[in-house]
Every structure is written in structure tokens, then in C-alpha cells.
């Protein structure tokens, strides 16, 4: 089964990808990801992106369509999960000729719906593990340990670079003007399914299953 995660920064999407990915053996697909990690490792699409997500703009449909062709296939056997991905139409369009080239649709778009103002306190709080990337947050979710990746053990975190206010509120104006209008292009396709962003990981998690084991 291969499903779309939709929502404006911060809305959860990494996180419950992660999720579905460790719980199900899905994979996670994200074009954000996929983008920083070809900015670490200075390749022509790094180059190309950096300075783009820096201003929290989109690079083009063009590259991140490519980066998604060329991870289609590992999610052969227990589907994909697209995280960030896609996000206007022509990347719609794309994704949807991508899959059907391999008999493969989109079964669900779960939409995360959330209230902006707090997205921008859980993105400027967030840090990740710096080995395995495992997600944490100043406020909502600590490791255990202080200091120490519950999954790893590693003492090293990380802040992403475009994660202040200026950068998080040109993301959600690109969210508003290009992503969220790709909506109806699913929604007329009966495959919209709104779960409440802003209850705790683990009821979006509980809502997501529901939304994945229900009738279709
Ligand atoms: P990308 O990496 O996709 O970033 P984004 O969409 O801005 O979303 P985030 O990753 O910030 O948020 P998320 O929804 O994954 O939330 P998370 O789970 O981390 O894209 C970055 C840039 O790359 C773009 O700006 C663009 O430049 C470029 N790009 C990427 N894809 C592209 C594409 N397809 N086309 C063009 N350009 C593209 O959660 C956030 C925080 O909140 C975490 O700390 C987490 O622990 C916490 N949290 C999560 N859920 C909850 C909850 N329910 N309650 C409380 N806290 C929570
Ligand atoms: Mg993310």
C-alpha cells in the first residue's frame, strides 16, 4: 500500500513516517531527506537545493521527482510512505505516472490538519539524533536520559538549518499557495483522509492505523 503524508511544516509527517516505517516495513520516502542529504554530501542537486530550502522555498518539481523515481522501487513489497512528497500539482501528476508505470496507485492521502501558530513552537524546538536521526523536541519529547538518543545510545543531536521563524513561515506560505491546493485532485478521487494533527504522536499514530487496517 502506498500512501501520501500531507500537511504544512511541522505537521508530523516525519515523524509518523518513521513510525509506519519501524511498525509496518514501509518505507519512508522523504523528499526533504532526500534533499539534505544530497546538500551534506555537496552533489549538483545539493548545490542546486541548498540555497532554496535555506529560504524555505521548493526546489523544483523537476529534481525532487527524479529523487523520488529513483527510490520507488525499495518499497516494492510493503509500499511507500511519501513524506513532503508531493507537493504541488505537477508532482501529483508525476508521483501518479511514476506509480502506474509500476501498477502501483496512491491508496490514501492522510491529511495532518494543525493549527500554524503551534507548528511554529514544535519546529523551532525540534533536534534529531545525530547517528540514527531519531526525532525529539525541547517541550514535547525529551530523551529519556538526558543527553542520550533513546534509540542509539549516541550523545550527538542536530538542528536543521532552515528551522527558525522566518524560514518556517516562507515554508507554510509556500504550503498554502502550492501544496494544500493539490488537495481537491485527490478529494475528487475519494482518497482524503483527515486525521487531527494537533492531538499527541500517539493518537495521530492511533488514527493513521485506524485509517490503514479499515475497510477501504
Ligand atoms: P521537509 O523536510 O519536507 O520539511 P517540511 O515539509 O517543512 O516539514 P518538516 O520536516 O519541517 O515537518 P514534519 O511534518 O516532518 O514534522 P516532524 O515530524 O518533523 O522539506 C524541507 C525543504 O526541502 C522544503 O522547505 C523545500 O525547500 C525542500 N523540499 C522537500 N520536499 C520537496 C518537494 N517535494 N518539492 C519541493 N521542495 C521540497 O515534527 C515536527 C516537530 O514536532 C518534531 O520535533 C516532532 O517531535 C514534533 N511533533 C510531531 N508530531 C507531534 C505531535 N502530534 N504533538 C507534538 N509534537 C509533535
Ligand atoms: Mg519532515
Do not use: W
Request: net charge negative.
Amino acid at each position: 500500500m502506498d500512501i501520501v503524508l500531507l500537511g504544512p511544516p511541522g505537521a508530523g509527517k516525519g515523524t509518523q513516517a518513521a513510525r509506519l516505517q519501524a511498525n509496518r516495513g514501509m518505507v519512508q520516502l522523504s523528499t526533504g531527506d532526500m534533499l539534505r542529504q544530497a546538500v551534506a554530501a555537496g552533489t549538483p542537486v545539493g548545490l542546486q537545493a541548498k540555497a532554496v530550502m535555506e529560504a524555505g522555498e521548493l526546489v523544483s518539481d523537476a529534481i525532487v521527482s527524479a529523487l523520488i523515481g529513483e527510490r520507488l522501487d525499495d518499497a516494492i513489497d510493503s509500499g511507500a510512505i511519501f513524506d513532503g512528497f508531493p507537493r504541488t500539482q505537477a508532482q501529483a501528476e508525476a508521483l501518479d505516472l511514476l506509480l502506474s508505470e509500476r501498477d502501483r496507485h496512491v491508496a490514501y492521502v492522510i491529511e495532518l490538519a494543525v493549527d500554524e501558530d503551534a507548528l511554529v513552537q514544535r519546529i523551532c524546538g525540534r533536534f534529531t539524533c545525530a547517528v540514527c536521526s531519531a526525532p525529539y523536541h525541547d517541550e514535547f519529547k525529551l530523551p529519556k536520559v538526558d543527553g542520550v538518543c533513546d534509540v542509539c545510545g549516541s550523545t550527538e543531536f542536530k538542528r536543521r538549518p532552515d528551522d527558525n521563524e522566518t524560514t518556517v513561515r516562507t515554508r507554510m506560505a509556500e504550503y498554502r499557495a502550492k501544496t494544500a491546493p493539490i488537495l481537491p485532485y485527490y478529494e475528487q478521487r475519494g482518497l482524503v483522509r483527515r486525521v487531527d494533527g494537533m492531538a499527541s504522536v500517539d493518537e495521530v499514530a492511533a488514527q493513521i492505523d485506524a485509517i490503514l487496517d479499515g475497510p477501504a
